[in-house]
């Protein structure tokens, strides 16, 4: 699977060209399984995640909620969308109150968002790294957990937050099979050793 072109807005204050981003988006017609994402103005199709992958996101989920307010949920593959730079990510968490995805839809503002994260595949690891690292900083997202099993050999995971000027400040940046925390609201020590390295 490979990127459908889709050209950028050209003003990411027009209403028109975010509408046709959108539109693009909601009637792409992927094969079932796959996640359609826009990064950067450009369509891209990704392949169903690996066991591994599904199995890590499985696993943090399991943490997170003894450590999230009752009001609160974990959602996997909700569209969380980034208009100013041309985004519509699928992150594989979102952690954001319930208010925020009751009604019509299958996307939300990221600027609802308290906690996304992302987990590299072969695949998509560069769009992880680079293209929504920066989208999501500069939505303003709180804080974003990149977990990298495929990080030059060695499996890491890294925690960005207070996003200022369009970027984030590293909080924390361990390799797998370290500890790393998550700050309040979560109050969470992670022993990233338990994510399966493939």
């Known amino acids: 699977m490979g990127a459908l072109p889709v050209d950028a807005p050209t003003d990411p204050g027009r209403d028109q060209d975010w509408d046709d981003l959108v539109r693009i988006w909601e009637e792409t017609d992927a094969p079932e399984g796959c996640k359609v994402e826009i990064i950067e103005g450009i369509g891209t199709v990704s392949p169903p995640p690996s066991k591994d992958h599904n199995t890590t996101a499985a696993l943090l989920q399991r943490r997170l909620y003894p450590v999230i307010p ?17 985004g519509l990510y ?20 990221a600027e609802e968002v308290r906690l ?37 050999g060695r499996p890491t995971a890294t925690l960005y937050g207070e996003p200022a000027g369009g970027t984030y ?12 925390t998550l700050p309040e609201p979560f109050g969470l020590e992670l022993d990233t050793g338990i994510f399966p390295v493939s």
């Open 70 to 86: 009752e009001d609160w949920g974990i959602y996997q593959r909700l569209g969380v969308s980034i208009p100013g730079r041309g």
């Open 90 to 109: 699928i992150p594989d968490l979102v952690v954001v109150p319930h208010a925020t995805v009751t009604g019509p839809g299958n996307r939300i503002p």
């Open 116 to 152: 996304v994260v992302e987990i590299t595949s072969r695949a998509n690891a560069n769009h992880d790294r680079i293209g929504k690292t920066h989208g999501y900083a500069q939505a303003g997202v709180e804080l974003f957990l990149l977990l990298d099993p495929w990080h030059s």
């Open 169 to 180: 400040r590293v909080l924390d940046t361990v390799e797998y099979g370290e500890k790393l």
